[in-house]
């Protein structure tokens, strides 16, 4: 197998491993609320947080806005996110790499 | 461990949006030196990724969970100034999609799990690999020990900020030891799924971990000298 395709077969799998993790497995995250959260309820300071001006966004709490089945919706929203985060990171990892590196052969 | 807006005061969240922007604006330039052709398109995997790993909560209690912050493993795999950027990214993501964390607590959240998680990570990190033998071996454990520390030190550091501009009267001791306790057992739980991710990837692709460079090269050399035996 090249170096190319080598490198293509693991970026692919990581990709998937990662679509799985944020489509499917987050269904079954625990829905307790985290430790900051619990702290907060805990020691009395929960009460100051403020809703987010994106509270009614259409992807907000992780669901998919107007999608019923919540596990259809938690699966979706985990994918764009995913996707949206896949595209702004690598896109702006692709603007900052130098090009042309000693080992450029090898990719 | 994601602040919503309110918790902390204006001036506060002014203070760590400046520490942010200037942050983030470093780690563009730190960036450059670690980002190539071949570990470009890892850094958006990873940051993918640590979006993933962050929607999975663990119970770490009763009525209490966690989930993995990312700063460590990010940090080992793609570098510690990509790795602020990765986590930026997810943050960004976050706060203006999924309505997690807050927009005015931006500046926090980038301050305290992008700069903070990630920086205490890498250093813990590094410290670790210079007195572990210089083996690929030793990759995976530095990296989990380094998760591990890094979610209580970001505990620590929000109860900083509480106590800078909280906006409740809260005894800061009971929030300090409650921070804690919480993000102490939150951190096994992260140094667990970095160990095994990072131990994933040395096992497979070795040369695309950033923090495996030094113990590579050891290996790159082995390989040549019983070559020539």
């Known amino acids: ?107 | 461990m994601h602040v919503p807006d309110g918790f902390l005061d204006a001036p506060t969240s002014l203070a760590t949006g400046a520490v942010a922007v200037a942050g983030v604006g470093i780690a563009l330039r730190g960036a450059r030196r670690e980002l190539d052709d071949r570990t470009a398109p890892m850094a958006g995997l990873v940051a993918t990724f640590v979006f993933a790993g962050q929607m999975i909560n663990f119970p770490v209690g009763p009525g209490t969970s966690g989930h993995l912050l990312g700063g460590a493993l990010a940090a080992v795999l793609v570098g510690p100034w990509t790795a602020v950027l990765c986590l930026s990214v997810v943050l960004l993501v976050q706060a203006l999609f999924m309505a997690d964390g807050g927009i005015t607590a931006l500046g926090t959240n980038i301050t305290l799990l992008a700069l903070v998680g990630v920086g205490v990570g890498w250093v813990v990190f590094v410290g670790l690999r210079a007195l572990l033998p210089k083996r690929m071996t030793s990759i995976a454990p530095a990296a989990a020990i380094a998760a591990l520390v890094s979610v209580p030190v970001a505990a620590v550091a929000f109860t900083g900020l509480f106590a800078l501009g909280g906006q409740a009267p809260v005894a800061l001791d009971t929030v300090l030891t409650a921070m804690l306790a919480w993000h102490s057992a939150i951190g096994i739980g992260e140094a667990v799924i970095t160990g095994l991710v990072v131990g994933s990837v040395v096992a497979v692709r070795p040369d695309l971990v950033y923090g495996a460079r030094p113990a590579l090269d050891v290996r790159t050399l082995e390989i040549r000298t019983g070559g020539v035996a």
Do not use: C, K, W
């Open chain 1, 1 to 107: 197998m090249s170096d190319r395709s080598r490198n293509r077969g693991f970026l692919l799998a990581f990709l998937v491993v990662s679509l799985l993790v944020a489509g499917v497995a987050s269904y079954y995250a625990s829905s307790h609320p985290d430790g900051l959260e619990y702290v907060a309820e805990q020691t009395g300071f929960l009460d100051t947080a403020e809703d987010s001006a994106t509270a009614e966004g259409a992807l907000a709490d992780y669901q998919v806005e107007g999608v019923g089945d919540s596990r259809l919706s938690g699966g979706l929203a985990g994918v764009i996110g995913a996707v949206l985060v896949l595209l702004l990171a690598g896109g702006l990892a692709r603007l900052l790499r130098r090009r042309g590196a000693p080992d450029e052969q090898r990719v």
